[in-house]
């Protein structure tokens, strides 16, 4: 009842929270091709959504076209990505500290990019990827946040699907799984693993640019945390939607990441929990979804032995 | 065709643990050589393959396929020259993608990966269930099945095929067998020797198994200590019996075969 209260009083926090979830499934799918595709968690995407922010906030205040700010967030992303798929692959740096490394000196290059720490776009005045559909349409701000980010995603969706169904994507699908066997295909593992981190950053950095647009500012808090909102989306997909598909686990992340922005929408709106206390929230929830296979073996290890003892 | 020489490597070298695994090493292969290699756990069996794969490299020597010099060539450089089954049958598979997509990844070995080409034509799939078909196990109907849910010999036979589906130069079998159940172990030997007869390939294949070593291939080779002490070809390869290696391998290496595991099977 009180949900259903919730949605009719509240239009507007939920338009908010869909704008969010299908800009931050951008950020998911993202994750979700390091995580899941090449199975090596990169921390370089909390550093790649800032970039992503601060290249099109500093391009945007300067007049630059919106569409080009957008694309220089792309490839300050892949940049990113390629500075840690480098020190790991040809430096055998750990994975994780590799994204580490890129993490933090994004904070500094950042600040380098926009100047300062934090840049204002007042959404009203300055164009974005958005105003081109409220000047041509007469539309609402809301609904042209909605139009074109549910586009953005619909193309993401689309080109990740089939680069991951070509000769390259295949291989690169390969490599998370079995590097021995790919290097034995005549494979070149760096590559593949390079070339994932670069597209799984472009599109964080993409998610970033479209997020400063959206909010209307890029200040340098805003990567962290990055990681584990990305993963919460890929876990609630992953357990409501257990699907094997490539195409319906794209989708279905986009799905997850909308519900998740509803839930903490409801939950803040209601006095549920102060904001400050989302991080702690949403890791809580990962780090339960990321134990939950190892729990149910030990409660069905536990049922086994029960029913053992009562037969006996 | 392949040719060893005088190949070396040492391990953890300058340390306390140094190991010299390989001690000069030398070979040389013949089109449609079927070549066994036996010897006891730690002969330097499996490095000498992995260091004509490329997975490890030698500390002095050199290899070269058809005269082109692969000592320091990356591990997926030379792969157009080997085809290469591994004995943990997860090795040589990707378990989490299909059985056609597997077939698809091997059927482009040594070619370049492009970014705008399909990973599998309708064509190529028609051809690879004609080749599941020839394995005899049913695989031909479920090219769309992970290959993670197929067995340990499902795999091997698989692994088999895709190390065959483009011809290699040479093919590399480390102990594909050794992992299986001794049913199995056997379907998968018929296996290999029929494509081996097939595409008469020139194949390398290590075992800890005497038997199998004798009744496959036209030549053997035993390992001890990282040397090959023993290398019978021919006419006198196919009249030698089991009683007859291990009296080779004590002349030759001046110890008695201790091994349990290669007296029993």
């Known amino acids: 009842m009180a949900v259903l209260q919730f949605i009719s009083s509240n239009s507007a926090i939920i338009q908010g929270a869909v704008s969010l979830g299908l800009i931050f499934s951008i950020m998911s799918i993202g994750v979700f091709i390091t995580f899941r595709v090449l199975q090596m968690p990169d921390l370089t995407v909390e550093g790649s959504l800032l970039l992503g922010a601060a290249m099109t906030a500093r391009l945007i205040s300067q007049d630059v076209n919106p569409f080009a700010a957008t694309l220089a967030a792309i490839l300050v992303g892949c940049a990113a990505g390629f500075a840690s798929g480098f020190l790991h692959t040809m430096f055998k740096i750990p994975s994780i500290l590799a994204g580490i490394l890129t993490m933090v000196s994004s904070y500094s290059i950042a600040i380098r990019i926009m100047g300062t720490s934090n840049i204002p776009l007042l959404p009203r005045r300055v164009v974005s990827i958005f105003t081109f559909l409220q000047e041509l349409e007469g539309m609402e701000r809301a609904y042209a946040v909605l139009i074109v980010s549910f586009a953005v995603v619909l193309i993401v969706c689309c080109l990740v699907y089939c680069f991951m169904g070509t000769e390259f994507g295949s291989a690169l699908r390969a490599t998370g799984n079995n590097q021995q066997m790919v290097r034995a295909q005549g494979i070149n593992t760096n590559i593949m693993i390079i070339a994932c981190l670069m597209l799984s950053n472009g599109l964080v950095g993409l998610a970033g640019s479209i997020l400063a647009q959206y909010q209307g500012f890029a200040s340098v808090d805003m990567g962290a945390g990055t990681i584990v909102y990305g993963l919460a989306a890929l876990i609630i997909a992953e357990v409501l939607f257990p699907v094997r598909r490539f195409w319906t686990r794209l989708i279905s992340i986009v799905i997850g990441s909308i519900i998740y922005r509803l839930v903490i929408a409801y939950a803040l709106s209601v006095d549920f929990m102060p904001s400050t206390d989302l991080r702690l929230v949403t890791a809580t929830l990962v780090a339960f979804a990321l134990v939950l296979p190892l729990i149910r073996e030990k409660i069905v290890k536990m049922f086994k032995k029960l029913y053992k003892r009562g037969a006996a | ?265």
């Open chain 2, 1 to 265: 065709m392949l040719k060893v020489e005088d190949v070396h490597i040492t391990f953890e070298a300058g340390t306390p643990i140094e190991k010299h695994a390989l001690q000069g090493v030398s070979l040389s292969l013949e089109q449609g050589d079927y070549v066994t290699i036996i010897g006891g756990n730690g002969a330097g069996k499996s490095t000498f393959l992995n260091t004509t794969a490329g997975t490890l490299f030698p500390t002095m020597g050199k290899i070269t396929v058809d005269g082109v010099d692969v000592t320091y060539m990356p591990e997926y450089k030379r792969a157009r020259y080997f085809g290469r089954v591994f004995q943990n049958p997860r090795a040589g598979t990707a378990t989490d993608m299909f059985i056609e997509e597997n077939l698809a990844l091997a059927y482009r070995r040594g070619k370049r990966r492009s970014m705008f080409r399909w990973h599998i034509s309708s064509k190529e799939r028609s051809f690879f269930r004609e080749r599941l078909a020839t394995l005899g196990l049913g695989l031909e109907n479920r090219l769309t099945d992970k290959v993670g849910l197929l067995s340990g010999g499902q795999r091997q036979a698989l692994s088999l095929l895709m190390a065959t589906l483009i011809e290699p130069r040479v093919l590399l079998l480390d102990e594909h067998t050794a992992a299986l159940d001794p049913k199995t172990a056997i379907i998968v030997l018929e296996l290999t020797n029929k494509l081996v007869q097939e595409h008469n390939l020139t194949t390398l294949m290590v075992t800890h198994n005497m038997r199998d070593a004798l009744t496959h291939g036209n030549r053997i080779m035993m390992m001890h200590k990282g040397r090959i002490i023993l290398d019978v070809k021919g006419e006198e390869k196919a009249n030698l019996t089991v009683a007859d290696l291990m009296k080779m391998f004590e002349t030759a290496s001046g110890e008695e075969m201790l091994s349990d595991r290669m007296l029993l099977t």
